[in-house]
Every structure is written in structure tokens, then in C-alpha cells.
């Protein structure tokens, strides 16, 4: 994540919406996917396609919320908030966290 912070957010790219900036990160990704890592004998994207194969298939289960002991639960979230010319805002926002329980 930090690679990517460092190299495709700095300096911070101007864009007018969330779709222009994912667009923007998207064509930062699939161009990092023909990067080799010092001293790797494939790219990133040959290494992932490889490793992707092996991956196991999340296990679908229904979720019901469930009470916190103790009351409610509050935390911070940051939500970033578009400004006229590039998304650089941030604001903490209060969330209800609950619990869940698989069925």
C-alpha cells in the first residue's frame, strides 16, 4: 500500500470526481503490473496470475447483526470529500459498529 501511496497519490493527482481518480489508479496498477522487483525472474502481474490460481474461494454465509456487550460502540472513520479540483478533504465521521454473527 505504501508503494503505491508514494508512487501513483504523490504528488497529489488533480481530478474533478472519484471516477476520474479511480481511472487514474487503475491505469497505475495495470502499468505496475509490468514491473519486475529487484531481483524477481517475472513481473508483478506474471507473479499474481501464478499465485491466483492457488487461492481458495471465500466461504458464503448470511450475516445477522448481534448487540455489543457494554452499549453502543463508537469509531472513527476518515471520509475523504472531493473538492473542486482534486479530492484532498478529510473528515473524521462518527459510525455505529455492530457485531455480526454467521448463521
Known amino acids: ?17 472519484f471516477e476520474e481518480l479511480n481511472n487514474h489508479l487503475l491505469a497505475c496498477c495495470l502499468a505496475d503490473d509490468r514491473r ?3 531481483r524477481q525472474p ?13 487461492l481458495l474461494l471465500l466461504r458464503i454465509m448470511t450475516l445477522t447483526a448481534a ?3 457494554g ?13 473542486a479540483t482534486r479530492c484532498q478533504r478529510t473528515k473524521l ?3 455505529w459498529c455492530s457485531s455480526y454473527r454467521s448463521e
Not at 452499549?71 to 473538492?83: D, L, N
Open 1 to 17: 500500500m505504501g508503494y503505491a501511496r508514494r508512487n501513483f497519490l504523490v504528488p497529489l493527482p488533480r481530478v474533478d470526481s
Open 36 to 38: 519486475c522487483i529487484d
Open 42 to 54: 517475472m513481473t508483478i502481474g506474471e507473479a499474481w496470475a501464478q499465485e491466483k490460481a492457488h
Open 67 to 69: 448487540s455489543l456487550p
Open 71 to 83: 452499549g453502543p460502540q463508537w469509531y472513527s472513520q476518515v471520509e475523504s470529500r472531493p473538492t
Open 93 to 95: 465521521t462518527r459510525i
